[in-house]
Structure formats: C-alpha cells, structure tokens
C-alpha cells in the first residue's frame, strides 16, 4: 500500500507541475519553434536580398562600364539606400565615388566613400575606400584630414599601403623628408614578392636629397 500510495502521490505531484508549468512550457516551445521559423526566414529572406542586390549592381557595372553618369548615381543610390547590408552597396558606392572624381566631384567622392567606411562590414572594402578617400582629401588640399585618416588606420596587412599614401601626402605637402620616411616605411613592410615595391623604390630615387621644406 505504502507504495501505491508513493506512485499514487508522484503521478499526483507530476499534475501538479503540469497545472502551474504547462503553459510556461507551450509558451517555451513556441518561442523555440517561432525562434526556428525566424531564422529560416530570416536566411530567406537574406538570400533573397543577396540575390536582388547582385541582379543590381550587374546592371550598376555595366552603366559603370559606359560611363552612363544619370544612370551610375540613380541605380547606385537605390542598391545603398535598399542593400545597405549587402557587400553590393559598398561596391557601389565605390563606383559612385570613382564616378564622382571622374566627374571632378571630389566632394561628392568623399560623402560615397565615407559611406563604406563607416558602414561596410567588409574590412576590405573599407580599407580600399580609406586610400582612395586620402588621396581625394590630398587633391583638395585638405592634407591634415587625409594625414589623420592615414594614421587613424593601424590594420598590419594594409600598413605598406598606408605608408605609401601618406609618403604621396607629405610629398605633396612638400615636405620631401618626411615624405621618404613614410616611403621606406613602405618598403620596411611590404611582401617581398609585391610588384609595388619597385614603383615605391622609384618614388624614393625621384625624391631630392636635401630637406626641401
């Protein structure tokens, strides 16, 4: 009896639990089930803007190509404005940017690439639009704001590249000592198989030998 009364006394406090944790436990599941759903809808719907803001920008490219300006800034606009997540939209705010300096539009060039700077998630993507953004600012003479952006950027793998930039800046600055500075620091940390160090050896032989500041 002792027993059955201990069964009798388990199955009632199994209901009980049942009673006050029931819903708890429907409500669980389907969050766990929505949780489910939400992500396979999410990658849906992910992929499906992937797949749209590639047919956009294949058509973005080939305005790119024949240098249809209207029809560059027009689709470029929409792919940034509707893809901002996407890898596209940086892209093509890059192209807007090289469009714009094509154009003559350097103020232009640097509102689209500060838009990948501060809004890509590709470090790639953000470093090419940090060069080219220097050398913009450089050709405005706004040298400080391109020397601070040079600086600002510590990434190892992009330092030659940076230095090389920055040896480009002072030189136009004029100030030729520094500029070698920055030049041989290009060399000190560029891949030994990498064609640009003949072309940075070039600008350190073109330097005068004297400080010209």
Do not use: C
């Not at 469009?99 to 350097?106: C, F």
Request: aromatic residues 8%; neutral net charge.
């Amino acid at each position: 009896m002792d027993t059955e009364r201990t069964e009798e006394e388990q199955v009632a406090a199994i209901k009980d639990w049942f009673k006050k944790n029931g819903s708890a436990i429907v409500f669980g599941l389907a969050l766990g089930l929505a949780a489910i759903g939400g992500y396979r809808f999410w990658q849906d719907y992910t992929i499906g803007q992937g797949q749209k803001a590639s047919l956009s920008y294949s058509a973005f490219q080939n305005k790119l190509i024949t240098a249809d300006s209207a029809r560059v800034f027009e689709l470029g606009g929409q792919i940034v404005e509707q893809y901002p997540g996407t890898p596209y939209a940086s892209l093509a705010a890059l192209g807007m940017a090289r469009m714009s300096v094509e154009s003559n539009a350097l103020e232009g060039a640097e509102i689209h690439l500060n838009w990948v700077i501060n809004n890509s998630k590709q470090r790639g993507l953000v470093h090419t639009a940090a060069l080219r953004l220097a050398r913009v600012m450089a050709a405005q003479k706004k040298f400080e704001p391109a020397l601070a952006l040079v600086d600002s950027m510590t990434e190892a793998a992009y330092a030659s590249l940076y230095s090389e930039v920055k040896g480009d800046i002072l030189l136009a600055k004029g100030q030729h000592s520094q500029a070698r500075e920055a030049y041989q620091q290009a060399i000190v940390t560029i891949s030994a198989n990498d064609q640009r160090r003949m072309v940075i050896d070039m600008k350190l032989n073109d330097l005068p030998q004297t400080n010209m500041n």
